[in-house]
């Protein structure tokens, strides 16, 4: 296992890391026995970084980490979300309060599933310009001062508000999306973003020595060469909330994955691993939030991680991507 380590964090960190959403029920075929099983093989394969949130199945994916990380949680590197927070019973109402009494209220909330006493990294989830930056950032100044926090970041910020929290506070990372496929999206699950990663985010990572944590780096399953059709997805799994995944968008980028795939075969691994690879090897991104349900698929991002791709390689799946750049956000 690769580790890295920018700057601003003071704990290196591995270069593939454990997104967790996939574990919160939301999608196809999750079992909670199974996620805590994965959980350890990705401690025991090196993998220190859980990537989490409290609206990932309404805070069971907080629940099933914390379960799992029993008695090895020095081993984990904690990085949890805030602002989306949600009432009522099966119909939620999810809202985004930055303001710093829902923060205090909601850290406990985040503590308490993930049976810890601190988070290593909470972040903002979205932005949300209802509550003024310095106030949410003061908040997180104080509560990493108490102890519950050790550091902060933000994820979907663009780069002038990621700026602007520098005014504040001292952030350490940065999320957001980015895949093979997805280099400089405008939208996500039909949310218009304000950031372009390849284009604002990776310079500015960069030259302030923030740690860039990609989600969704196999476009939610789609670069794992085993999505052949919208069929693929279960009636509840939320993955069918993004437009990207449906009709002729999906068809454009089943050709893309189909060009990809003898890359992938030349080098006698998945396109999962190709994938994350690619991600691994580019020196802005320092751990790569790739989702798992299972021990094998543990074992096929940590792999990921120690492969090496030449020049030559990269130059080819550049080409294909170029060719394609119409289509591909």
């Given at each position: 296992?690769?580790?890295?380590?920018?700057?601003r964090?003071?704990?290196?960190?591995?270069?593939?890391g454990?997104?967790?959403?996939?574990?919160?029920?939301?999608?196809?075929?999750?079992?909670?026995?199974?996620?805590?099983?994965?959980v350890?093989?990705?401690?025991?394969?090196?993998i220190t970084?859980?990537d989490?949130?409290?609206?990932?199945?309404?805070?069971?994916?907080?629940?099933?980490?914390?379960?799992?990380?029993?008695g090895?949680?020095?081993?984990?590197?904690?990085?949890s979300?805030?602002?989306?927070?949600?009432?009522?019973?099966?119909k939620?109402k999810?809202?985004?309060?930055?303001?710093?009494?829902?923060?205090?209220?909601?850290?406990?909330?985040?503590?308490?599933?993930?049976?810890?006493?601190?988070?290593?990294l909470?972040?903002?989830?979205?932005?949300?310009?209802?509550?003024?930056?310095?106030?949410?950032?003061?908040?997180?100044?104080?509560?990493?001062?108490a102890?519950?926090?050790?550091?902060?970041?933000?994820?979907?910020?663009?780069?002038d508000?990621?700026?602007?929290?520098?005014?504040?506070?001292?952030?350490?990372?940065y999320q957001?999306?980015?895949n093979?496929?997805?280099?400089?999206?405008?939208g996500?699950?039909?949310?218009?973003?304000?950031?372009r990663?390849?284009k604002?985010?990776?310079?500015?990572?960069k030259?302030?020595?923030?740690?860039f944590?990609?989600?969704?780096?196999?476009?939610?399953?789609?670069?794992?060469?085993k999505?052949?059709?919208?069929?693929?997805?279960?009636?509840?799994?939320?993955?069918?909330?993004?437009?990207?995944?449906?009709?002729?968008?999906?068809?454009?980028?089943l050709?893309?994955?189909?060009?990809l795939?003898?890359?992938?075969?030349?080098?006698?691994?998945?396109?999962?691993?190709?994938?994350?690879?690619?991600?691994?090897?580019?020196?802005?991104?320092t751990?790569?939030?790739?989702?798992?349900?299972?021990?094998?698929?543990?074992?096929?991002?940590?792999?990921?991680?120690?492969l090496?791709?030449?020049q030559?390689?990269?130059?080819?799946?550049?080409?294909?991507?170029?060719?394609?750049?119409?289509?591909l956000?």
């Open positions: 296992m690769r580790y890295k380590q920018p700057e964090m003071e704990r290196q960190v591995s270069a593939v454990f997104g967790t959403w996939n574990i919160s029920g939301q999608w196809n075929n999750t079992d909670d026995d199974e996620a805590v099983r994965a350890n093989a990705a401690l025991d394969a090196g970084l859980f989490t949130a409290p609206i990932y199945g309404f805070g069971h994916a907080e629940e099933v980490l914390g379960r799992a990380l029993k090895r949680r020095d081993e984990a590197f904690i990085a979300k805030c602002g989306l927070v949600w009432s009522g019973g099966s939620r999810v809202e985004n309060n930055l303001s710093p009494e829902s923060l205090m209220q909601e850290i406990d909330q985040v503590l308490t599933r993930l049976q810890t006493d601190r988070v290593d909470w972040q903002i989830h979205w932005p949300n310009d209802d509550y003024p930056l310095s106030d949410t950032i003061g908040a997180l100044e104080e509560i990493r001062t102890g519950k926090i050790l550091s902060y970041g933000a994820c979907n910020f663009s780069a508000r990621m700026i602007e929290a520098e005014e504040y506070g001292r952030p350490v990372s957001g999306l980015y093979m496929l997805e280099r400089n999206p405008s996500y699950h039909g949310i218009e973003l304000e950031y990663s390849e604002e985010i990776f310079p500015l990572v030259s302030k020595g923030l740690a944590l990609p989600y969704s780096p196999l476009m939610q399953g789609l670069l794992s060469g999505i052949r059709s919208a069929d693929y997805f279960a009636r509840k799994d939320v993955r069918n909330a993004n437009e990207k995944l449906k009709g002729e968008r999906l068809e454009q980028h050709r893309v994955v189909a060009e795939n003898p890359l992938a075969e030349e080098l006698r691994v998945s396109l999962a691993e190709l994938s994350i690879a690619w991600l691994v090897q580019k020196e802005e991104i751990s790569v939030i790739a989702g798992a349900r299972t021990v094998e698929q543990i074992r096929t991002n940590a792999a990921a991680a120690d090496s791709l030449d030559g390689l990269l130059d080819r799946i550049d080409r294909i991507l170029e060719e394609h750049s119409g289509i956000e």
